[in-house]
T-cell receptor, first 111, second 113 residues
Framework: DAKTTQPNSMESNEEEPVHLPCNHSTISGTDYIHWYRQLPSQGPEYVIH???SNVNNRMASLAIAEDRKSSTLILHRATLRDAAVYYCIRELTGGGNKLTFGTGTQLKVEL | NAGVTQTPKFQVLKTGQSMTLQCAQDMNHNSMYWYRQDPGMGLRLIYYSASEGTTDKGEVPNGYNVSRLNKREFSLRLESAAPSQTSVYFCASSNAWLGEKLFFGSGTQLSVL
């Protein structure tokens, strides 16, 4: 079962950091954690992914717990353009890059 | 750089009609995917093609057929459309190695009346 658990929705104020949590308690040692986001009326967009250690890119940071059973996507300074559905996805080893999307977290950003 | 291009963007069909959704990518990716997204839901994998000449079923393949025409193009066909197939369809591509990222098209909004 590749299921991950995320809150249905979160709110943030503009210019403040946002921490989006994800639980993946059944993860295997070689499964990757991906984060994608989907803006209204658009296709999903890659945000970040990682395996064991924390990862940073221009969009966000990914903090993976030491036991790998959970992770947190960090948006350092939320903007109105970051309002989207954020999906935390566990990529199964040997899965051929087939990603299973849950319902994600709807992030609302307010002025 | 176009990325993943889907056509058409919108389509309305009557029950029983057939149609083909087209997808093309210009990133020389080996793998391509078709997903559907129903209102308020996440994406579900319909079919995928790990490489040119191969196709495999995903989570919800019933009522669909696919063709991997060449490395660039991957089409999705509805032979006899049903109202339950009303959805937004997304095509994606990747190199399919573990940890690779997917690139998505902008979607096709399909309504079956």
């Amino acid at each position: 079962d590749a299921k991950t658990t995320q809150p249905n929705s979160m709110e943030s104020n503009e210019e403040e950091p946002v921490h989006l949590p994800c639980n993946h308690s059944t993860i295997s040692g070689t499964d990757y954690i991906h984060w994608y986001r989907q803006l209204p009326s658009q296709g999903p967009e890659y945000v970040i992914h990682g395996l064991t250690s924390n990862v940073n890119n221009r969009m966000a940071s990914l903090a993976i717990a030491e036991d790998r059973k959970s992770s947190t996507l960090i948006l350092h300074r939320a903007t109105l353009r970051d309002a989207a559905v954020y999906y935390c996805i566990r990529e199964l080893t040997g899965g051929g890059n087939k990603l299973t999307f849950g319902t994600g977290t709807q992030l609302k950003v307010e002025l | 750089n176009a990325g993943v291009t889907q056509t058409p963007k919108f389509q309305v069909l009557k029950t029983g009609q057939s149609m083909t959704l087209q997808c093309a990518q210009d990133m020389n990716h080996n793998s391509m995917y078709w997903y559907r997204q129903d209102p308020g839901m996440g994406l579900r994998l319909i079919y995928y093609s790990a490489s040119e000449g191969t196709t495999d079923k995903g989570e919800v393949p019933n009522g669909y057929n696919v063709s991997r025409l060449n490395k660039r193009e991957f089409s999705l066909r509805l032979e006899s459309a049903a109202p339950s197939q009303t959805s937004v369809y997304f095509c994606a591509s990747s190199n399919a190695w573990l940890g690779e990222k997917l690139f998505f098209g902008s979607g096709t909004q399909l309504s079956v009346l």
